[in-house]
């Protein structure tokens, strides 16, 4: 095992799809699970794991402890089944590469999962999902450092708590995710198609299929058009995509709002209101400006730096979005990244 290299005092900045943030105590990177290992073993106060930054917001002030930046590679065929294979996944793994190789190799199950950015390995921390998929659908266990027991588990999806953008692993230092293993179909065709938006735009009925390739390629063009796939020429996709979740309401409380607002009902009676529904009802259009800041021009939930803004800038403009929706709707937002260092 070689030893995991070590900086101090670098700018976390460079390591947010935000590009914000301040310095780290120290930063490490880790290119091996061991090195993985041994720096959470060892490293004294606190660990942030960081991988593709595009879930983060880090306050201005940094993090003050060490900075474990995650960079392992691989994916390998662990179980083939005929009709299905397992893949095993190394958590610092760039999803959409994953992705591609899927598609390419013609496993089916994650194809509408493109142009996510970020790692494998923090798809289970918040259930990554978009287009009428979720990983939830696919994996089958999370190989993960539980630092409370010094062990390295094995976690069936029962044990990962998957929810809508949540999982046990959000909000929670125990576990290192080190790799995931993914079940997918040997298959040339897409799983069926679930989104309404994404059916239109492939000329199909929702629960159809269609090629594993054509579906990818139609995702990444809809992705492209709302600023959802990272260009660093392009400031509207200097986000951390969606900054809210869209609110989950219970039966008896969208009844008494008598909202006339689009909604996904859900299996248990509630109702999923879209967040960009209702941001822009109260008075929030894309462009939006703070200070340095800015709504996205291409996409109403993302939040978006312009080259110059600051965290507690994008906070504050957060902030005025989610007093802005509460005055008009009596809906609370809440933020889909993890707060590092700094609180809405
Ligand atoms: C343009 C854009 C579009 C996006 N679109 C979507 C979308 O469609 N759907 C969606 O769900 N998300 C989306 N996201 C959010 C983000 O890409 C995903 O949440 C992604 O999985 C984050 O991966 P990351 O490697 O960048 O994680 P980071 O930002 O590096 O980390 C996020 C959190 O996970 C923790 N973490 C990361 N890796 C590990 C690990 N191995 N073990 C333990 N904890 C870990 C970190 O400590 C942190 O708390 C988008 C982001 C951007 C910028």
Known sequence: MSDATAAPQTDLSAYTTLRLGGPAGTLTVATETDQILATARKAPGKVLILAGGSNVVIGDDGFDGTVLLLRTRGI???EDHGDSVVLRVAAGEPWDDFVAYAVEQGFSGVECLSGIPGSAGATPIQ????????????IVAVHAYDRRSDTIRVMPPAECGFAYRASVFKHNDRFVVLEVDFRLARSPGSAPIRYAELARNLGVEAGDRVGLQQARDTVLKLREQKGMV????DRDTWSVGSFFTNPVLGAAEWAALGLEAPHWPGADGSVKIPAAWLIERAGFAKGFAGDGVAISSKHTLALTNRGEGTTEALLDLARTVRDGVRGKFGIELHPEPVLINCAL
Do not use: K, S
């Not at 259930?127 to 696919?138: D, F, I, P, S």
């Open 76 to 78: 390998r065929v662990v």
């Open 127 to 138: 259930n990554v999902g978009a287009y009428g998929q979720e990983v939830a659908h696919t």
């Open 230 to 233: 990272l260009d660093p020429a």
